[in-house]
């Protein structure tokens, strides 16, 4: 929607024309029944269409840093990362490439025998997601913000919950009740994340309640993460320069054990750790 020609100059999103990827590896830090023990294959894409000011992956969401690689290299990989036991194929923050990432999928879909998770920070034209209808098994989207100011300040993106809101329920209509194997590792459903950030409790408190009263029962997973971590002391948001407390991010999970939305999984406080995120040294590539 804004409407560059990528192959003169790049968009909002900091990307080219064509796929930049950052990695493209078995992960093992997702929910465990996306990761299980065996890893989820994850190709991390390079840019974002969001800029939130403390994205853990910024070395690649701000800057166009990665390697290009065609839809038949991409197609490639995803046979690769199967043929390495990954539970599924999971395509971190995809949206701005997905010209070329659909040929790929439609060049293996008669090998692929695992499903295709889709993760990314929730800001998703209702378009988009109708689009990925026969292709997207899992859909693994952030929510992270109630409230226009904060997304306004932190993510500069003030229609971020009227969009991500409209996005999520598509998602959970086209999956329908989630679906787990004999392992415990999902085959189909919707996990909503949602980072708790410092000092935002009562924004995290908010959009629980929204999600317990506007989204469908039972028919998705919610997964509270504690992890966020400061990368670097921001002088223009001083809030953000802590880490969450146990007494906030409790809050925030009492507040959906409450509401009933039993479905999801929690973090220990001692989840906020730089290591959580990956190097980005085009492994797999």
């Known amino acids: 929607m804004c409407r560059a020609d990528r192959t003169t100059a790049s968009g909002y999103c900091k990307a080219p ?34 800029r939130c000011c403390f994205c853990q992956n910024y070395k690649i969401s701000r800057a166009p840093q990665g390697k290009s690689i065609s839809s038949e290299r991409l197609a490639e990989i995803f046979l690769e990362l199967q043929e390495q036991g990954a539970h599924n194929i999971n395509l971190v923050t995809a949206t701005h490439y997905l010209p070329w990432i659909l040929p790929a999928l439609d060049m293996v879909k008669k090998q692929l025998h695992i499903p295709v998770v889709y993760n990314c920070g929730g800001y998703e034209r209702l378009e988009t997601i109708q689009a990925l209808r026969s292709y997207v098994d899992i859909w693994l989207p952030d929510l992270k913000y109630f409230s226009s100011n904060l997304s306004r300040r932190y993510s500069q993106a003030p229609d971020y919950f009227d969009r991500a809101s409209v996005a999520i329920r598509q998602m959970i209509l086209q999956t329908g009740t989630p679906v787990f194997d004999a392992q415990g590792i999902m085959q189909k459903g919707v996990i909503i994340r949602h980072l708790v950030l410092p000092g935002q409790k009562k924004d995290s408190i908010q959009l629980i309640k ?29 809030e953000l320069n802590r880490r969450i407390t146990s007494y906030e991010y409790q809050k925030v999970v009492d507040t959906a054990l409450e509401s009933g939305l039993e479905q999801g999984f929690m973090q220990k406080r001692t989840s906020a750790k730089e290591e959580y995120t990956p190097s980005f040294a085009y492994q797999g590539l």
């Open 210 to 238: 929204w999600m317990a009263e506007e989204l469908p029962k039972k028919q998705f997973y919610i997964s509270l993460l504690s992890q966020y971590t400061p990368y670097e002391k921001n002088p223009d948001f001083p």
């Open 17 to 50: 024309a064509g796929i930049l990827a950052a990695r493209a590896a078995l992960h093992f830090w997702e929910e465990p029944c996306i990761s299980g023990p065996q890893g989820s294959g994850a190709i991390f894409f390079s840019g974002c269409t969001l």
